[in-house]
């Protein structure tokens, strides 16, 4: 096993701290880790994906689970897969779909881990059929702060912690997880543009679930009766056999978006206003009226950013134009029937000329039994903003005041700024998660800069 000592931060890449990393190969090396933690207490890591500062332990240890891979088995009658917590969704993307089964929920991104996915309760764009991850983990090994490894199952209160529980319950060691069978991992993409958020919430309710895949992108530099307008994308698993074979060969292909292109055009120290506009425009008028029938790989649709330098390129020209690096994930959602709450933030972003490098629009269906899980039935919206604009916290406090006020939350796992009042405010098992917490951890065994900040 390995150690060093590393700062450490979240990919926006905001307030690094410094711990001791060890990198264990076996569970025996990892609950040596957590027996001989020090006073600052101990927390596992994956890939550090996490925005903020969940995966975080400012003069204490970090458990780095890369080392922990090994796909242990697949179960083709039960559906089934066993891995290790650091094997990550990107490759189950690239074992699983050529035996006809797919991972039960996809993520933003496939460079994170089993045991990062479920600490976070991950969702994909299929949430209101498919749910969060919580719901298709069959068991996981937990090792827990007295050293000892338990099996977790659903229905236990110790489930319902640890799904959702950002790695405060204990290290993932091992999880089965519940497949999705698929003839093909193909996607056939619909797309179609909306004028205003008027328009594009209607386009998304209009077409229910037929196509499970859903998500928007918003132009935040919009403003007037153009506020909101975005394009929708819609997508589901093509059968393979059906397709000829230059379709197939199309479809191998990972496609790159022109307004990716133009953001990595642009010259160091443009991301301003006039910038991010010009660049929303572009992705705006490059996108189909109404299109359906594109074939696209799983990467190239769900996760076009993890093989291209937009997201390097984004924290450059972050630094370049603010003067430091560093970008803040805002990510909430508001109920079903609080679409003028989400409207009123959309155009408060959008009066702000806040140069917002992303904003996703999906939709939510039935909460996780996660005590801490995010999701809730409603609409969720991401945005990232440089780290550095002026008055951003202000800014973000306000928006949280009008989130809060329509019963909504903002994410955990993605939160890097929030305060704790906000917290407890929006996560009302909070006291049952701390009561849990401190009859299986009453040392602190199990900490992070985020769970610190937070209170959690």
Request: net charge positive.
């Given at each position: 096993m390995s150690v060093d000592t590393v700062s450490l931060t979240g990919w926006g890449r905001t307030a690094p701290t410094t711990a001791v990393r060890?990198?264990?190969?076996?569970?025996?090396?990892?609950?040596?880790?957590?027996?001989?933690?020090?006073?600052?207490?101990?927390?596992?890591?994956?890939?550090?994906?996490?925005?903020?500062?969940?995966?975080?332990?400012?003069?204490?240890?970090?458990?780095?689970?890369?080392?922990l891979d090994r796909i242990r088995a697949l179960d083709?009658?039960?559906?089934?897969?066993?891995?290790?917590?650091?094997?990550?969704?990107?490759?189950?993307?690239?074992?699983?779909?050529?035996?006809?089964?797919?991972?039960?929920?996809?993520?933003?991104?496939?460079?994170?881990?089993?045991?990062?996915?479920?600490g976070s309760d991950v969702h994909g764009l299929d949430h209101p059929a498919a749910g969060s991850l919580a719901r298709h983990v069959v068991a996981l090994e937990l090792l827990t702060a007295d050293g000892e490894v338990r099996t977790v199952t659903p229905g236990t209160a110790?489930?319902?912690?640890?799904t959702g529980g950002l790695g405060l319950t204990g290290v993932i060691l091992s999880a089965t997880l519940r497949l999705k069978r698929v003839a093909t991992g193909l996607i056939a993409v619909s797309t179609e543009r909306a004028r205003d958020l008027d328009d594009?919430?209607?386009?998304?309710?209009?077409?229910?679930?037929?196509l499970p895949y859903a998500s928007?992108?918003?132009?935040?530099?919009?403003?007037?009766?153009?506020?909101?307008?975005?394009?929708?994308?819609?997508?589901?698993?093509?059968?393979?056999?059906?397709?000829?074979?230059?379709?197939?060969r199309t479809a191998a292909r990972r496609q790159r978006e022109?307004?990716?292109?133009?953001?990595?055009?642009?010259?160091?120290?443009l991301l301003g206003p006039a910038a991010a506009a010009l660049v929303d425009e572009v992705r705006y008028r490059s996108a189909p009226r109404a299109r359906s029938g594109e074939l696209r790989t799983p990467a190239a649709f769900f996760h076009p950013l993890d093989a291209t330098p937009v997201t390097d390129r984004l924290h450059?020209?972050?630094?370049?134009?603010?003067?430091?690096?560093g970008l803040v994930r805002y990510r909430f959602t508001v109920g079903y029937g609080q679409e003028e709450?989400?409207?009123?933030?959309?155009?408060?972003?959008?009066?702000?000329?806040?140069?917002?490098?992303?904003?996703?629009?999906?939709?939510?269906?039935?909460?996780?039994?996660?005590?801490?899980?995010?999701?809730?039935?409603?609409?969720?919206?991401?945005v990232e903003l440089p780290a550095a604009l002026p008055g951003l916290g202000r800014f973000l406090d306000g928006l949280d005041a009008e989130v809060a006020a329509a019963g909504g939350r903002v994410c955990l796992a993605q939160d890097s700024r929030m305060r704790p009042e906000t917290a407890a405010a929006m996560y009302p098992r909070l006291p049952e998660f701390r009561e849990l917490r401190a009859e299986l951890d009453p040392t602190g065994a199990f900490r992070s800069d985020l769970a610190r900040r937070l209170g959690l």
């Open positions: 060890f990198r264990p190969r076996t569970y025996e090396e990892a609950a040596a880790v957590v027996r001989g933690r020090g006073p600052r207490g101990a927390l596992a890591r994956g890939l550090g994906r996490a925005p903020g500062d969940a995966a975080q332990n400012a003069g204490g240890s970090v458990l780095d689970m890369t080392g083709e009658v039960a559906g089934t897969v066993r891995c290790d917590a650091g094997v990550s969704l990107e490759r189950l993307l690239r074992v699983l779909p050529p035996r006809g089964w797919f991972p039960p929920v996809v993520p933003g991104t496939g460079r994170i881990t089993v045991g990062g996915a479920i110790l489930f319902d912690a640890t594009l919430l209607a386009r998304f309710t209009a077409g229910g679930d037929r928007a992108w918003v132009d935040l530099s919009a403003r007037g009766r153009s506020a909101g307008r975005g394009v929708l994308t819609r997508g589901e698993h093509a059968p393979l056999s059906v397709l000829p074979a230059h379709a197939r022109p307004w990716a292109a133009a953001l990595s055009a642009l010259p160091g120290g450059r020209l972050s630094a370049l134009s603010t003067g430091r690096s709450a989400l409207g009123r933030v959309v155009r408060r972003i959008a009066a702000r000329r806040c140069t917002a490098l992303r904003a996703e629009l999906q939709r939510f269906g039935a909460a996780s039994p996660g005590w801490l899980s995010f999701p809730a039935p409603g609409w969720a919206l991401t």
